[in-house]
């Protein structure tokens, strides 16, 4: 962003025209920040509740009586139970390698705390990566304005990925042909060349469909295979029983389309899969990504600058998570609670003492997870000490003890390394913080303090911590350093230029044979987990067998019972950031209220108009939603953006409600799209 200030006030953003990979482009969501960030709802003063529970009210306390209560509740409850009564929650509300995903983890961990485990957002996706090709950046994404065949695989990326169209439609201009496989015919699909349309949860038995037709039919790169994979033979045999004509009555893809998709992949090089995060919200979720993340190097398309797979290219990025995590005192007898599971940890589900203290910040778990009624219902809890750092008054905030006013992103220095580019960015603080509000780092900073932690991180001023944030001294980052920075706000890592950026042409894969395992070597390890989000500690997986070749798993909930026949998929909505901004005026009016899309087939038959009041259920909830009657639906489907506040529905529930909480196959990731639902009318 450039941002505009006038006295001591934000007045204007903008997208900076300059950069080479956003060029200017600002989404929805933030177009109108300088609205967010002087928001009259917003809190900017520490706040004690005086109503009841989920009541919302609240009265103004220092930071001085904020932290004393903070620090004596906590104390009592370790006095009482031990530290891992004390659970934290957070995810990525905040994206800075200060303030973001890590800022409280050396906190808790000096606590002795419970480890929060955060997998369900690309857990699975991260770990089938890394188990098929390692910790590898794999391709540069500007690089794409080369590629002459691209899949876009479970990924809207005018809505989730804006930045990168551009580059896309740059390669469609010079002949590419741009494909999309997904449910919905969505911004993106309309402007692809060819709409896949497919059975949610059924991606592997595309992909391993896709395997058989090259590989059966000779279309793959032999001396690439031969040079750069482990287990291709046992591949070879295994996908002859994936036929298109099977996969044909498991995606519901016409057998001659998977034919001609396998044909045109192996036969248009370079070509390249954009992988979305929502390829892994299924049963077998982490096959799928696994079978998808195999198909580039059976056609040889690391060869060239425009070929292979794009995932999200953080690996280049040296940054310190295990010196931003810090070391639990108990690091191989922690109490590990997946944050998918908040609900039932709430309740007492888990071995150990109760849960008696919650600290969420950079989260808004009311929202985001699943099981929803069970997480209001825990955070209700009178005997629950909740805090929780934000902005606003939260869906899950108005059931916090204590409310932390937190800085955004212009109130506070940071860096940021990216999910989809390779730039390493500098955020400065433009403008002071609003009224008492702090930056996640110095509240971490002084209930360390408040709770008698030794730890020199706490002492150090934000330029000390980010430079023990990064590894300084890797290839990647020869030229930059925190100086240059802040001087020119930007600096793209030092790899070869995007046209010339083929990492893998002769295979040099960071797996442990340093190639691509096509039967992976570490599927022997169990429920394997990337390290990213397992933060260090040793010893989670959970004993579940993982394939060591990609395997189709089909859909445990959806087909399996008459009484729910829809597929309910949620993705994130276009005008939301998860749940940030749905309080905003403008992105509420732009994204419109809970709907619920389904296609014309399916809404003549259950006598249900376009626009009008719907009731989705299943054995865990109903939610009420508008109606959208259309054809970008398959039949048997149903959608519903995930972000919606429960508050701003008519039963105080919102789409997560429905989800279940069970695990996919690989790495413990969400089952967000397995999941059955039914829609009919509502009167009102």
């Not at 609205?35 to 001085?64: C, M, S």
């Not at 169209?165 to 741009?178: T, Y």
């Not at 003492?353 to 919650?358: A, N, T, V």
């Not at 987990?529 to 394939?547: E, H, S, T, W």
Request: negative net charge; contains cysteine; glycine residues 8%.
């Amino acid at each position: 962003m450039v941002v505009t200030v006038e006295g001591d006030r934000v007045t204007k953003v903008r997208g900076n025209p300059d950069h080479p990979f956003t060029r200017g482009g600002l989404c929805v969501k933030v177009t109108d920040f300088p609205a967010h960030l002087y928001n009259e709802d917003r809190i900017v003063t520490p706040q004690r509740r005086v109503g009841a529970k989920g009541d919302g009210r609240f009265e103004p306390i220092t930071w001085d009586e904020a932290l004393d209560e903070i620090a004596a509740r906590f104390t009592d409850i370790i006095d009482r139970h031990g530290p891992e009564a004390i659970l934290p929650y957070s995810y990525l509300g905040n994206m800075g390698i200060l303030n973001g995903l890590t800022v409280g983890d050396r906190f808790f961990n000096n606590l002795g705390a419970s480890v929060s485990e955060r997998t369900f957002c690309d857990g699975g996706g991260i770990s089938a990566y890394l188990m098929t090709l390692g910790p590898t950046a794999a391709v540069d994404p500007e690089s794409l304005v080369h590629s002459r065949y691209i899949i876009i695989w479970a990924c809207n990326v005018l809505s989730n990925n804006l930045h990168l169209w551009p580059f896309i439609e740059e390669a469609q201009k010079r002949g590419a042909k741009v494909v999309c496989i997904d449910p919905v015919r969505h911004r993106t699909a309309e402007k692809a060349d060819w709409h896949i349309p497919i059975r949610p949860g059924t991606d592997a038995a595309l992909a391993l469909a896709m395997m058989h037709v090259i590989i059966g039919e000779g279309l793959h790169d032999a001396d690439y295979v031969a040079a750069n994979t482990t287990g291709f033979e046992e591949l070879a045999e295994h996908v002859v029983q994936y036929t298109p004509e099977w996969a044909e009555g498991e995606t519901g893809i016409p057998a001659q389309d998977i034919r001609t998709l396998a044909r045109e992949f192996a036969t248009s090089p370079p070509a390249m899969i954009r992988v979305g995060v929502a390829l892994e919200r299924s049963t077998a979720g982490g096959n799928a990504a696994r079978a998808v993340f195999s198909l580039p190097a059976l056609t040889g398309s690391w060869r060239e600058v425009g070929g292979g797979v794009l995932q999200m290219p953080i690996w280049a990025f040296p940054v310190a998570w295990d010196h931003l995590h810090g070391l639990h005192p108990d690091a191989d007898n922690v109490r590990i609670i997946n944050q998918w599971e908040l609900g039932r940890a709430l309740a007492g589900g888990f071995d150990g003492p109760p849960i008696e203290g919650l600290f969420v910040y950079n989260s808004n778990p009311a929202v985001v997870t699943s099981a929803q009624q069970s997480v209001i219902d825990g955070l209700a809890r009178d005997d629950l000490f909740v805090v929780v750092s934000d902005h606003f008054l939260t869906d899950t905030a108005r059931y916090a003890d204590i409310f932390l006013p937190a800085a955004m992103a212009m109130e506070q220095n940071d860096l940021m390394f990216s999910w989809g580019h390779l730039y390493l960015t500098y955020n400065p603080k433009v403008v002071e913080p609003q009224g008492e509000a702090l930056a996640n780092n110095e509240q971490f900073r002084r209930l360390a303090r408040r709770m008698g932690i030794d730890d020199p991180w706490f002492e150090l001023s934000d330029d000390e911590q980010l430079v023990q944030s990064l590894d300084w001294s890797v290839p990647q980052m020869v030229g930059i350093d925190l100086d240059r920075l802040k001087a020119d706000g930007y600096l793209r890592l030092n790899l070869p230029p995007a046209d010339e950026y083929a990492p893998h042409r002769n295979g040099n894969f960071p797996t442990p044979s340093g190639k691509v395992e096509l039967l992976s070597s570490m599927a022997a390890g169990g429920n394997f987990v990337a390290p990213l989000f397992r933060q260090g500690i040793p010893g989670n997986q959970d004993g579940k067998p993982v394939d060591a070749l990609p395997t189709y798993h089909q859909p445990v909930e959806i087909g399996s019972n008459d009484a729910y026949p829809l597929a309910l998929i949620s993705p994130k909505a276009h005008a939301f950031l998860n749940s940030q901004y749905a309080n905003m005026d403008k992105q509420l009016t732009q994204q419109g209220p809970q709907t619920c899309r389904l296609n014309v087939d399916d809404a003549a038959a259950r006598g249900i108009a376009d626009r009008s009041p719907v009731r989705v259920f299943n054995g865990r909830a109903s939610v009420a939603a508008v109606a959208r009657v259309g054809t970008d639906v398959a039949r048997g489907v149903v959608l519903m953006p995930m972000g919606h506040w429960p508050s701003g529905s008519p039963d105080g529930l919102a789409v997560n409600a429905l989800t279940s909480t069970r695990y996919a196959d690989i790495g413990r990731a969400p089952t967000f799209s397995d999941t059955a639902v039914e829609v009919e009318p509502a009167a009102g």
